[in-house]
């Protein structure tokens, strides 16, 4: 049977089919679907952990065991678990174990770039690369075998183009049962005590020897013959974007990219008269290849970060003299400048919208910042953020976020700026999904280090960037089971915090009294601002309108941002297809002539 | 040997264009082709501007679409379409939505929205075959703007020879059955509408 599935899905299905028990992640951009797909079969235990670490943890028990498992993240994902993940690798496993890392190549959604191929090699794990859907679900059993076969986790490595495109796939198998689960009692293999893990250590150098001669015969190692004339060494999508652009090369494609095949390398490379690489981001294979002594051009002209295509590809190309320009190249578009951009805002009804607007407005933000977004004196609010649809009021009209570093960071930079005596009231702001991922410990440290801050948590009830997943905040599992909801307020209190308050989302003087009175507090503060995700909405009702007749243009509801209020040539207006209506009504209370109301019926 | 068809679908987050993407590709895949799709999104939110690249052939390799070689640019928007214009490839087919929507720094009056004559200008620098759609404003008439993706679906379904039954199930086997017949209606809308718009 064929279906048209994305690398993800393909993954999961992959997964499904070689018979794993347990799937644990974190959602996170370009992974989320990994765990989404799998957690449609229902006889199998798929969760959303709390963060990576405890997801890796959570399938390297089931490891432990003997059953299959799998633990997917996108590439900073694999920064929170690489504490388990480097123990795992010195361990070893039991039943197969399997980490997915979807790196994000150009930074479509991350914090930052990275390459995680060099964790494999940090970790000395096996690495296996798919270069479309169908190999994403041949090779995540090949990957259980290979984990069980060499006692090792394996790194599956994608990026956003394949998790995220979708091709045909093949189904050639079907569920293969898993082993009941057991556990045999080893201190030696298990208990990572100094002693055991030193006596581990020469096995994963022994354990490198024979993958090394493994993936000598990895069947996803392959070699088609072109002209002699250029040899291409590729692996994942860029291998894809290689063959677009010389169709009569020859090419050693890799699925299997750590260890490399040294032989194999070195027989492709002595039948060419040219070794190029082609990779996306750091030049990985290249390195490796070159180490050998052989030589090898690749990134003198390949971009080394950003998202290749093959118009980059093939840019490349001409400028190394890897192939010669056509004559008839096809006369392409040229732009007026100066086009609008369309960054992704928040959307129509954004329980978020209101409270940035109310820290703009105290914090007299617009004074602060001139049209270049450069800070013309301190500030008298400082706004510490992390990761979410929240980061988004960074841009104008908001301009409510001052720091994104990483999950949970803006509580820990918020007490560092007070007890370095900044001369501003701080505030941090957290999603509540991001808060049980990594902010809670934060939480802990700014009680016990006596912070006098306000902590602001942003409750959607869901975790809406990567696709509105549940988390322990929602009290539903992954599989849609009805489960515990850790319930915010109580666990502030029950950490120490004593002014802990909680605001309707789309009230804006609720609002504005919660953050005056917090911020002039001078113990530490816990805000929860709670609305739910306008996406979600089910029905839509009482859109809003502006009555011209009222209105002098006086640009306050522009100042919320919402890309429902729009102005094109001095025409001020709704759009009624993408008003949030009654669920929302922030334009309405600001509106000084009252001039905006519910489309009459 | 089967024709090729590339594909570039573009508008903004929110109007369903990854949807009708997989939908197209789903079409293709049943009628024999092998076929490679791959959407560019800021991050889930809506409102921001959203390429969708669809491979149509009988091999594909890279599931990204070359600049100047698009055989299609479906637009959701007009400043979408602009924006995505050099991906055409000389005499490519554009189908565009007659809708402007301001992003929020037109709204802000920090930029200017180019007017229809430089849309148009800039586009006919490669072809003249561009086909101006009505596509809001009939499926507002139906009663649900959601269902503007299957509208331009039936538009391109005119270009593509694949029988309409096989687009027609491809279609009730992704939509809940609660909302397949208004986006069944929003299809032949399309794949009539665009029959007789003059270009």
């Known amino acids: 049977m064929n279906r048209l599935l994305s690398g993800n899905e393909a993954l999961a299905l992959g997964a499904y089919h070689a018979g794993v028990k347990v799937a644990a992640a974190y959602p996170g951009t370009p992974s989320t679907e990994i765990l989404e797909t799998l957690a449609s079969f229902k006889d199998i235990h798929a969760e959303w952990s709390t963060n990576e670490k405890v997801a890796l943890e959570v399938a390297l028990g089931a490891s432990y065991t003997g059953v299959r498992a799998i633990a997917s993240m996108k590439q900073v994902g694999l920064n929170v678990a690489s504490d388990p993940f480097m123990a795992a690798a010195t361990t070893g496993i039991v039943g197969g174990l399997l980490i997915v890392s979807a790196d994000d190549p150009g930074i479509h959604s991350s914090q930052n770039e990275q390459d995680n191929r060099h964790y494999a090699r940090m970790a000395k794990v096996p690495m296996l690369e798919p270069c479309d859907s169908q190999e994403a679900y041949d090779f995540v059993a090949l990957a259980f075998d290979l984990s069980e076969e060499f006692d090792t986790p394996v790194l599956v490595r994608t990026t956003t183009r394949i998790s995220h495109s979708k091709s045909v796939v093949h189904i050639s198998r079907t569920r293969v049962e898993p082993k009941p689960a057991s556990f045999t009692h080893n ?33 996803y190692n392959m070699v088609s013959w072109g002209s002699n004339r250029l040899g291409i060494i590729s692996s994942g999508v860029a291998y894809q974007y290689a063959r677009e652009v010389f169709p009569d090369a020859s090419f050693l494609k890799l699925g299997m990219t750590y260890p490399l095949p040294e032989k194999l390398i070195r027989q492709f490379a002595s039948k060419v008269e040219k070794l190029i690489v082609i990779e996306e981001l750091d030049p990985f294979l290249q390195e490796n290849i070159a180490a050998l002594g052989i030589r090898v051009q690749g990134k003198e002209f390949v971009p080394r970060f950003g998202e290749l295509n093959p118009d980059l590809v093939k840019k490349a190309a001409y400028q190394a003299g890897w192939l010669e320009p056509t004559a008839a190249e096809s006369k392409k578009i040229e732009l007026p400048p100066e086009l609008p951009p369309r960054p992704p805002v928040l959307c129509p009804g954004c329980p978020h919208t209101g409270i940035f607007f109310v820290l703009n407005t105290i914090g007299q933000r617009s004074k602060l910042l001139n049209d270049q977004g450069k800070s013309g004196k301190e500030g008298n609010l400082i706004i510490t953020g992390d990761i979410g649809c929240y980061t988004l009021a960074t841009y104008p009209p908001l301009q409510a976020m001052d720091t994104t570093a990483c999950m949970g960071a803006g509580i820990g930079q918020a007490l560092g700026m007070e007890k370095a005596g900044v001369n501003a009231n701080m505030v941090a702001v957290i999603g509540d999904s991001t808060f049980i991922h990594s902010g809670i410990t934060g939480l802990v440290n700014a009680v016990y280090n006596q912070s006098k801050g306000t902590i602001i ?20 599992s992954a599989q849609g089971e009805r489960t515990k909801a850790v319930d915010l307020e109580h666990l502030a209190h029950g950490i120490g915090v004593e002014d802990v308050a909680v605001v309707n989302a789309f009230d804006v003087r609720a609002l504005r009294d919660a953050v005056r009175k917090a911020i002039s507090s001078p113990v530490l503060s816990v805000i929860i601002v709670r ?17 011209m007749e009222k209105c002098d243009k006086c640009g306050v509801c522009l100042k919320l941002g919402c890309p429902a209020i729009q102005k094109l040539d001095e025409n001020l207006y709704i759009d009624f297809t993408l008003c949030a209506g009654n669920a929302c009504t922030l334009c309405e209370q600001l509106c000084p002539k009252k001039a905006i109301a519910p489309i009459a019926p | 040997m089967k024709k090729k068809y590339d594909l570039i679908m573009v508008g903004i987050g929110g109007q369903g264009i990854v949807l009708a993407s997989d939908i197209l590709g789903e079409v293709a895949m ?47 928007e007009k400043l979408e379409a602009l924006r995505w214009s050099p991906y055409l490839r000389p005499n490519g087919t554009v189908i565009v939505n007659n809708q402007v929507t301001p992003p929020l720094s037109v709204s802000l009056g920090v930029n200017r929205y180019p007017d229809d004559q430089e849309i148009y200008r800039t586009i006919r620098q ?29 538009c391109i379904s005119h270009f593509l020879p694949i029988e309409i039954k096989v687009w027609e199930e491809c279609i009730r086997q992704r939509l809940p059955a609660k909302i397949l017949e208004i986006n069944l209606t929003a299809f032949n809308k399309g794949r009539e509408e665009i029959s007789y718009v003059n270009i």
């Open chain 1, 187 to 219: 201190t030696a293999k298990f208990v990572m005590l100094p002693v055991n893990a030193r006596s581990r250590r020469p096995l994963i150098e022994e354990r490198l020897v024979r993958l090394k001669a493994y993936t000598e015969t990895f069947p």
């Open chain 1, 457 to 476: 948590i942003l409750d959607n009830g869901t975790t809406a960037m990567t696709g509105h997943q549940d988390h322990p905040g929602t009290g539903i």
């Open chain 1, 531 to 547: 609305g739910a995700c306008s996406v979600q909405l089910r029905t839509r009702s009482g859109q809003r309108a502006i009555d």
């Open chain 2, 30 to 76: 049943t009628a024999g082709y092998d076929i490679k799709k791959t959407d560019t999104l800021g991050m889930a939110q809506r409102g921001g501007s959203v390429i969708s690249n669809i491979r149509i052939a009988e091999h594909v390799w890279s599931p990204l679409v070359m600049q100047g070689t698009a055989d299609f640019l479906i637009a959701f």
């Open chain 2, 126 to 154: 490669v072809t003249d075959h561009i086909y101006t759609v009505q596509g809001s404003q009939s499926v507002i008439g139906l009663g649900d703007i959601r269902t503007l993706n299957m509208f331009m679906l039936g």
